[in-house]
Each structure stands twice: as C-alpha cells, then as structure tokens.
C-alpha cells in the first residue's frame, strides 16, 4: 500500500493505493480523464477517516489526480520515461529519456509572482478580491464534449467564487497554475540525425493511461501462459498484483529457454 497526501483537495489529506492487477488494466480503453479517475477509484484502499474513499476520486483536485497518476505509473513502472520518438522534420527515431520525479519536483517548483492567500475553506483570494477554488474531476466530467474555449469558460465559472469571470479569466488561471500546477509540459528535445530542435508534449494522465493500454494488449498472452502452467483461473490470474504476475511469467519464461 502506498499513502499520498493529497494536498489541494478538500474532502480529504491522504489517499491510500494499492497496486494495479490485471482487472485494472483491463478496465482502461482510452487515455482520457473518465478512465484516469476510474482507474484512481479502483486501486483506493479505505484505511481511515483521514484517507479518501473508494468512490469519490472524481472529488479530487487535478493536481492532485496528477500526482496519484504519477505515484500509480512509479508503482507500476519506475520513475523513469524511455521512450522512442519519431523526428517531426525528418521522420528519424531518437530515443527520449528522462526522470520522472526530477520533471514533477521541477513543474512544482513554480515562481510566486502572484500574491495568493489561501482561506479556510480552502479556496483562494487574491489582491484584487477575486476568490477561486481549484478544479476537480467533477468539474472536468461536466465539461466533457464541450469545444476547448467553451470548457475552459465554462470551468473558470463553477471555480470562480466572487469575483468577474470574462474580466478577471487570465489572472484566475495564471493563480491557479501557480497554486497548483499540473502535470504536463512541453519538452525540449533535439533529434541526433538532423539536429533540429522540437516540442515534445507530456502529461502524466496520456503517458500512464497509453502505457497500461499496451499492457492490456500483451495480458491475455500472460493469462495463457500462467493458466497452462499453474492451472489457475482467469480471475485468479487477474487478480494478482502486477509485480507477482510478471514475476511468475518471467519464471516460466525462464525455464522454457533452459529447457
């Protein structure tokens, strides 16, 4: 089990995961936020009244989904991104490599260039009045389907608790990105074969939702594999944690090639 603190959301300060299992894998079909917060909801342990409840990842801040998405994929896969990428000029494939936890300390470490005041209902003031709460998963449900310039107009009035929307959107905004970045960014890469440099654009939801769909193609080969040698049931086989399945598969892997 793993505890994060969760430290933009209000309904609760800590969330308890579990590890991922082969149903998990199995329940995501695209790399979209609905997916992310059931997937969140699905390895959410109850181990006190401080922790959050399985059920209720849609309350969640953004920012704090990101940095449970980021804590699943360590779980999961380590901290670091290697990755194969194809040049946007000349088509070449270069590799791509980096450190999870070095990007994430980074993107957090923001600069304060607005005074914020936090208020004891969690939301935020600034300056001039204006009082704004962080978006959640629920608000991001409501969203969904809208044109981007709509959402994002649509998202800055359910957050916004006093203050002018049309008038005070940009100030709003750049607040909360400075309160509580998420987790995604351009980054700067530079293809060995033309030497041209490139944008490269990562969010930790796409990348950990992307990665366990290209588990879930390869699972039924493990069930096959695990139920030919063991004897055991599909669900059986789903069931186990990620890390002990891959370590049985990797046991019959290695002793067919010794064989």
């Not at 055991?232 to 944690?241: A, R, T």
Request: overall charge negative; charged content about 25%.
């Amino acid at each position: 089990m793993h505890f994060i603190p969760l430290r933009y959301t209000t309904v609760s300060k800590w969330a308890c995961l579990r590890e991922v299992c082969g149903h998990d894998v199995l329940s995501i079909n695209r790399p979209g936020t609905l997916d992310a917060i059931g997937l969140i909801d699905r390895l959410l342990v109850d181990r006190s009244e401080q922790s959050l409840q399985p059920g209720r990842a849609a309350a969640i801040a953004t920012a704090d989904r990101d940095e449970l998405l980021l804590a699943i994929y360590r779980m999961t896969y380590g901290t670091r991104i290697q990755s194969t990428l194809n040049c946007q000029v000349c088509e070449a494939p270069f590799d791509l490599d980096f450190n999870l936890d070095q990007l994430f300390a980074f993107l957090r470490n923001t600069e304060q260039e607005l005074e914020v005041m936090v208020q004891e209902d969690g939301s935020f003031r600034l300056p001039d009045g204006s009082r704004f709460r962080l978006p959640t998963g629920e608000d991001e449900q409501r969203l969904l389907g809208l044109t981007a310039d709509r959402a994002g107009q649509l998202l800055l009035q359910r957050c916004l608790l006093d203050g002018d929307a049309p008038a005070e959107a940009a100030l709003v905004q750049q607040a909360m990105q400075q309160v509580a970045p998420v987790f995604e960014t351009e980054l700067q890469a530079c293809c060995p074969e033309c030497d041209k440099e490139q944008q490269i654009r990562f969010d930790m939801q796409s990348y950990l939702l992307n990665a366990l769909l290209l588990e879930k193609a390869q699972l039924p080969l493990e069930v096959h594999r695990l139920a030919m040698s063991y004897g055991w049931s599909q669900h059986e086989i789903l069931e186990l944690p990620r890390s002990l399945r891959r370590r049985y598969v990797s046991l019959i892997m290695t002793e067919s090639a010794l064989n």
